[in-house]
C-alpha cells in the first residue's frame, strides 16, 4: 500500500521555461526531477527582460504578453515532479514578482501542449540584466538549438556587469557541474 510520500514521487507537470531556467544545469540544480519533453513555441508573447528581480534588483525574463499572433517566445517544455513545482515556485519568486499562469504551447509538429510557466508582475523597463542571467538564458537556448535568429535576438540585450563577483562566479559554476548531469543521462 502506498502512502501520500510515494503519490507525490509519482506526480508529474509540465513546465513551460523560457529564461534562465531553459539552460538545464541550473534547472536541474534547481529541480532534480526535471526531463526534457520538447521543445516549444509560446504564441503571441514576447521574450522581454523587464522583470525586477525581488533578489538582486536587475532585470529577469518574461514571456510578455502582446495578443499579436507574429510574436512568440521560444522555450523548453520540462517534465518535473510536482515536489519540486512547488520548490521551483519559491524560488521563482511566486507572488513577489512572478505569478503562475497556464499556458498552450506548440511544438514543431503543431501539437499544443498545456503547461505553467512564470511571467511577471513586478516590471521596470529601465532595469538590465546582469552579464551571468544573460549567460543562463543564452546558454539554454545555444543547448537546446533554438532558432539562429532568436538566439541573436538575446545575445543584442544589453547586459550590465554584477558588482558581486562572488555570486556571478556562483552563478556561472553550475553550468560546469551541470555538465556532469548532462553526461549522466538527466537532461535527455
Same mark, same amino acid.
Request: one cysteine or more; aromatic letters at 12%.
Given at each position: 500500500?502506498?502512502?501520500?510520500?510515494?503519490?507525490?514521487?509519482?506526480?508529474?507537470?509540465?513546465?513551460?521555461?523560457?529564461?534562465?531556467?531553459?539552460?538545464?544545469?541550473?534547472?536541474?540544480?534547481?529541480?532534480?526531477?526535471?526531463?526534457?519533453?520538447?521543445?516549444?513555441?509560446?504564441?503571441?508573447?514576447q521574450l522581454r527582460?523587464?522583470?525586477?528581480?525581488?533578489?538582486?534588483?536587475?532585470?529577469?525574463?518574461?514571456?510578455?504578453?502582446?495578443?499579436?499572433?507574429?510574436?512568440? #517566445? &521560444?522555450? $523548453?517544455?520540462?517534465?518535473? /515532479? %510536482?515536489?519540486?513545482?512547488?520548490?521551483? !515556485?519559491?524560488?521563482?519568486?511566486?507572488?513577489?514578482?512572478?505569478?503562475?499562469?497556464?499556458?498552450?504551447?506548440?511544438?514543431?509538429?503543431?501539437?499544443?501542449?498545456?503547461?505553467?510557466?512564470?511571467?511577471?508582475?513586478?516590471?521596470?523597463?529601465?532595469?538590465?540584466?546582469?552579464?551571468?542571467?544573460?549567460?543562463?538564458?543564452?546558454?539554454?537556448?545555444?543547448?537546446?538549438?533554438?532558432? #539562429? &535568429?532568436? $538566439?541573436?535576438?538575446?545575445? /543584442? %540585450?544589453?547586459?550590465?556587469?554584477?558588482? !558581486?563577483?562572488?555570486?556571478?562566479?556562483?552563478?556561472?559554476?553550475?553550468?560546469?557541474?551541470?555538465?556532469?548531469?548532462?553526461?549522466?543521462?538527466?537532461?535527455?
Amino acid at each position: 500500500m502506498s502512502n501520500q510520500s510515494d503519490t507525490n514521487e509519482l506526480q508529474r507537470c509540465l513546465y513551460f521555461a523560457y529564461g534562465s531556467n531553459m539552460a538545464f544545469s541550473r534547472l536541474f540544480q534547481r529541480v532534480p526531477s526535471a526531463q526534457k519533453y520538447c521543445q516549444v513555441q509560446l504564441y503571441k508573447h514576447q521574450l522581454r527582460f523587464h522583470k525586477r528581480s525581488h533578489v538582486d534588483g536587475s532585470a529577469k525574463c518574461d514571456a510578455w504578453y502582446t495578443g499579436t499572433w507574429s510574436d512568440w #517566445v &521560444e522555450g $523548453i517544455i520540462y517534465n518535473i /515532479a %510536482v515536489r519540486d513545482k512547488l520548490h521551483l !515556485d519559491d524560488i521563482e519568486g511566486v507572488g513577489h514578482g512572478y505569478a503562475i499562469k497556464q499556458v498552450s504551447v506548440v511544438d514543431k509538429h503543431d501539437r499544443v501542449f498545456q503547461a505553467y510557466t512564470y511571467v511577471a508582475t513586478d516590471i521596470d523597463t529601465e532595469l538590465r540584466p546582469f552579464d551571468w542571467y544573460k549567460q543562463h538564458v543564452l546558454i539554454g537556448a545555444k543547448e537546446h538549438h533554438l532558432p #539562429v &535568429e532568436y $538566439i541573436e535576438q538575446i545575445n /543584442a %540585450v544589453e547586459a550590465e556587469v554584477d558588482s !558581486d563577483t562572488e555570486r556571478a562566479e556562483r552563478e556561472m559554476a553550475i553550468h560546469v557541474l551541470g555538465d556532469k548531469a548532462l553526461s549522466d543521462g538527466h537532461g535527455t
